[in-house]
């Protein structure tokens, strides 16, 4: 990783361990946590009242992304789920509603506030169908061929190597599983400069692929049925989108470079969930 690239993410890296600092003192105040900085088209605002009602009060205070994957997501009793750069665990405590005692949901994260965060909301909203893992979205600590639904909310784009992301991705899901994902993207007709122009890294935006390099980006990880909605505008020519993917039933992961990258990964896994404990924290990217 280029340096430039490494001083990207300890850049987002503080800014959620930040977030998450923030939210956890608010907790100790008389009336509750206060939520994150964040305008109407981020945040807990884009989740229905009934859905943040059922969530612990700093869930919905550290939420920071740009959409909401769960309500998009088509998940189903039993599915296994993984939210790519957890937070606060507000999606992945969605989702473990959603897909019941026989199914899980797994969150990945590289910010060790926010994890420690993400279980203590678990253990507070009684979740026992969740497990957070400690790691980057680039390199995901679980096996292939493991995960039915992926799911992120507005992290993807601050990914310092989207290729990579969306080659693990591919890696995890069955053959047959889905994406259903939060993302902010571009307009075609907007040069990296002026995407910078409208933002930053931190600030979700200036690191957005466009929609051609977007689809273009899971297409060449393997991906079908790739369909990229704009859902509401962040900033001129921005959009927050759905976007949706499938792997397809055919995909192999047979290769021994696959197999012995998967015995590595499961090992991590481990030392992932065995680091997840309330020493740990937030968002894998």
């Known amino acids: 990783m280029s340096e ?62 740009c959409g909401n994957p769960t309500a998009v997501a088509e998940l189903r009793e039993g ?35 926010m994890l420690a965060l993400a279980l203590a909301n678990a253990e507070k909203a009684g979740a026992t169908n969740v497990e957070f893992l400690k790691g980057t979205i680039e390199s995901v600590p679980l096996p292939a061929n493991t995960i039915d639904v992926v799911i992120s909310n507005c992290v993807i784009n601050l990914s310092v190597d989207k290729p990579a992301v969306f080659a693990e991705t591919f890696r995890v899901l069955k053959p047959g599983g889905r994406i259903g994902v939060s993302d902010v993207v571009a307009d075609d007709t907007l040069t990296p400069e002026q995407r910078a122009e409208r933002g930053d890294y931190v600030g979700c935006i200036a690191g957005a692929l466009s929609f051609a390099e977007y689809r273009a980006g899971l297409e060449a990880a393997g991906f079908t049925d790739i369909e990229i909605t704009p859902a509401h505008s962040v900033a001129d020519g921005m959009h927050s989108a759905i976007v949706r993917a499938t792997k397809p039933v055919t995909a192999g992961t047979s290769s021994r470079a696959a197999e012995a990258a998967d015995a590595c990964r499961t090992s991590a896994s481990r030392t992932g969930a065995a680091n997840a404990l309330p020493s740990d924290g937030r968002k894998g990217l």
């Open 79 to 113: 599915d296994h789920v993984l939210d790519l750069g957890s937070g606060g665990g507000i999606d992945v405590l969605l989702s473990a509603r959603r897909v019941g005692p026989t199914g899980k949901a797994y969150g990945v994260d590289m910010t060790d506030e």
């Open 4 to 65: 430039q690239s490494t001083d990207l993410r300890e850049t987002v890296r503080r800014r959620y361990a930040a977030a998450a600092v923030k939210v956890t003192e608010g907790g100790a105040a008389c009336c509750g946590p206060e939520p994150v900085e964040a305008d109407e088209n981020f945040g807990s605002a884009l989740y229905a009242a009934d859905e943040r009602d059922t969530l612990p009060a700093e869930a919905v205070a550290a939420s920071l992304g």
